[in-house]
């Protein structure tokens, strides 16, 4: 089993629908976590940290539920720049410092028209 | 430079040849990563190093993978006898060290080096 799982997709969604994607994990050690959204070809940039409390900025909505050890990303609105790749990624600390990120296979996200 | 850079940005190996991946992370920052990304998957960790320790190097896939920081900012990534199952893209990025009294500090990726084995 992956450390951090994602259904691949891809979710193809009209122009202005709402759109949610899930993650879960398995280290119960992981301590933060976020979301960060890949163009083809492109490097991987952060979207957005995810907190417990849920966060918001603009039209996307991240929440974590660490009982359930399952992270989810809201897209509202979505627009065709919104097409791209979202990847889940956890970040575990050892003992006597340094720290993992690691990521999920990644959800492949395509607005039409 | 203001972000992660990573050269050479391609390229291409003949099987059994030595190749060598240079990443410069950002000014200042202390944690450096490598990863492998191949094809319609999400980045695979290979390393970790906290200025000139390599404090995790789980992810290396077999011991022709070798991965240095010696000064504490450059990192080389240096594969040895190249094998076609090593065409990917290799991702390096840089922070601060992530969560530690920080609110989740930011990783940032640079472009990647994207292997071919031939």
């Known amino acids: 089993r992956k450390e951090v799982e994602q259904d691949p997709g891809p979710f193809n969604v009209p122009e202005g629908a709402t759109v949610a994607f899930n993650c879960t994990y398995s280290?119960?050690?992981?301590?933060?976590f976020f979301w960060y959204r890949q163009d083809c070809r492109k490097e991987p940039k952060l979207l957005m940290s995810?907190?417990?409390s849920g966060n918001e900025d603009g039209r996307f909505t991240a929440q974590l539920n660490r009982a359930s050890q399952y992270i989810s990303l809201l897209i509202r609105d979505s627009k065709l720049s919104d097409s791209a790749t979202y990847l889940c990624?956890?970040?575990?600390?050892?003992?006597?410092?340094?720290?993992?990120?690691?990521f999920g296979t990644g959800t492949q996200l395509k607005v039409e028209l | 430079g203001a972000g992660v850079s990573q050269s050479p940005r391609y390229k291409v190996a003949k099987r059994g040849q030595d190749v060598a991946l240079r990443c410069d992370p950002i000014?200042?920052?202390?944690?450096l990563f490598w990863y492998q990304q191949a094809l319609g998957q999400g980045p695979e960790f290979l390393t970790y190093f906290q200025n000139e320790a390599q404090l995790d190097k789980s992810g290396l896939p077999s011991d022709r993978f070798f991965a240095e920081r010696p000064e504490g900012s450059v990192s080389t990534l240096k594969i040895q006898r190249t094998q076609q199952e090593d065409s990917a893209v290799y991702l390096c990025?840089?922070?601060?060290?992530?969560?530690?009294?920080?609110?989740?500090?930011?990783?940032?990726f640079g472009q990647g080096t994207r292997l071919t084995v031939v």
């Open positions: 990624v956890v970040n575990s600390f050892f003992t006597g410092g340094g720290n993992k990120l690691t």
């Open positions: 990025a840089s922070s601060f060290p992530l969560g530690q009294g920080a609110k989740d500090t930011e990783a940032f």
């Open positions: 000014s200042g920052h202390v944690s």
């Open positions: 995810v907190y417990s």
């Open positions: 280290n119960s050690a992981s301590q933060s």
